[in-house]
């Protein structure tokens, strides 16, 4: 891994005036890397969305983002600002939250590790896997009406507000331990300095749909790295065949094959787009599987314009 490339990534994009959106990556950068690519991320605007180690999936205290506890009454989770609260998959929570929706994801993943031991059929497995997710989403989806949720824009110093939910959604509060009733917290905000928030949390809550459509787009990415460093692709994983040595012939190497690789993606778009029958080695190269130019001429006269205001031919679903 290159040392720094994510902020290199980062300013590289800034520098060309792209804007900012979602900063979808694995566990190697957030939320264990060092804390000043979060400090780049949160002040460029961008939206981090990353998993977790399987021990920090339950409860977590506010952790700074240096890794180190935070020592100061606003940081401390018992005391201060964030008395109320705990973070529990990249959110905050009121910290009367019931256990059972606390522990849901650290349950979920303890039921699937049983179950992949015990002596059943693979139907009954896949059926019990099945009922333990359902399970699990249902207690994330009761989570919502105790979350915390961020209000207006960051501040200068890197600091979020976050609103405290409102006591009709989540009804009385109860102590686990003593079965006390926990009076509900008087104030309505809570701001949440920039080393709590940069370590653990993020937009959307961990494994919601949400969360699950973005971080779901890391299988694009990995799907092309497979592809480039195949060895029926551009195979650049192979460095016999790129026999002169040097970043900069393997830079060049590298930024050709991504440039060959996209030409063979819209090669294969338009023949699945233009493909008159299913595609397959015996048809994929004659020019009869797919519509000719006067074919699609012909289609679009047939077509109402209102329902097809360009000129290039509708995309199949």
Known sequence: MIKRAAIKMIDSIQRRGYPAGHYIVDRAYLPYADSELSKILFGGGYTPVFDYKREDLGKKGATLASGQSGSDKNLDPASGALAHCIIVGGSLYLSFMPAELVDAEVTYQGTIKELERAPITKSDLKKAKSEARALRDQRLREREPYR????????????????????????IGFDASTGEIIEPPKQKTVIVPFEVEAKWLQKYPHKSPEWAAYYGLRNTVEGVNNMLKGEKSTDIGNARKRAPRGNTFSALAVGLSIVALNLQKILAFYREQLAKKPLGTANLLLASTYYSEDELRMMRSRTPRERWPDSDPPLRT
């Open 148 to 171: 915390l949720r961020r209000r207006g824009a960051r501040r200068p110093d890197g600091s979020q507000q976050y609103s405290f939910p409102p006591p009709e959604g989540y009804g």
